[in-house]
């Protein structure tokens, strides 16, 4: 009974998972359409992706014992190939500023990922040893990857808008956290369970901004009918300041 619930916990948690992988797409969709990145942030995308390989790499039999953690190859897989999606999108719209600054940010996060691999793999006999290496590191990632919206959220503060935090990005990263949590605390393992404890808070916390500042936009764009609109009553206030100019003229020559 007891793993009967765990597994249906896991397989709730990979659903909620895919569904906070996939939530992006409504924001890449308008940088496709719009061809441009706009203020949106690319840090997210490259720590979700750093995030995804490593838990992919701790659910391996490489670092657990055998498929213990099966649940986490499977969803993290289809985050891996989500993830360097985005990244990908956003490098190819992305200004040449913002060209460099994914560059400078995956490289880095890349080179974390196979320096933990190899060390993980070469150094280390035990699947102990292992998984405490690349939970650890995975666990700090996954704490910086729930993070990473707290930019966004201080621009939200600032400009009392959601438009750059996209509300199913929040509700998907809330039950998601909810679920991994419950799952990590059935199976005793900190490091699936832990960066939920993080995780949660921050979600709320976007839940709440969302609440408050969604009728907000930060900058609303003039209505072309409205400026047609306008441009007419000025040409017509024009117009009648004319011919009340023009009829005190011919009140003053019939004077003379």
Not at 22 to 32: E, G, Y
Not at 131 to 146: E, F, Q, T
Not at 155 to 175: A, D, G, H, Q, R
Not at 212 to 238: A, C, H
Request: net charge positive; glycine share 6%; aromatic share 10%.
């Amino acid at each position: 009974m007891a793993q009967t619930f765990r597994m249906a916990v896991a397989v709730l948690g990979n659903a909620a998972s895919v569904a906070l992988y996939s939530a992006p797409m409504v924001t890449f969709r308008r940088v496709i359409k719009k061809k441009s990145t706009e203020e949106f942030s690319c840090i997210p995308y490259i720590i979700g992706l750093l995030n995804c390989l490593l838990f992919t790499w701790y659910g391996l039999p490489v670092v657990s014992c055998k498929w213990e953690n099966f649940p986490l190859v499977t969803v993290n897989g289809v985050g891996i190939a989500l993830e360097l999606a985005y990244v990908l999108i956003y490098f190819w719209y992305a200004s040449a500023k913002g060209k460099v600054q994914v560059a400078m940010t995956a490289i880095p996060v890349l080179l974390v990922f196979c320096i933990t691999a190899i060390v993980s793999a070469f150094s280390f006999h035990d699947h102990r040893h292992r998984k405490l290496l690349v939970g650890s590191i995975g666990l700090v990632v996954s704490v910086a990857m729930y993070g990473s919206p707290l930019v966004v959220m201080k621009k939200v503060i600032k400009t009392k808008s959601v438009e750059f935090l996209p509300l199913p990005l929040s509700l998907c990263s809330f039950v998601a956290g909810v679920l991994w949590m419950t799952y990590g605390l059935l199976i005793r393992d900190i490091f699936v369970a832990g960066p939920s404890v993080v995780g949660l808070p921050l979600a709320i916390l976007q839940l709440v901004l969302h609440c408050k500042y969604w009728k907000r936009k930060v900058m609303e764009e003039p209505i072309k009918g409205d400026v047609e609109k306008g441009n007419l009553e000025k040409e017509g206030l024009q117009v009648e300041m004319g011919d009340t100019e023009k009829k005190d003229m011919e009140k003053n020559v019939t004077k003379s």
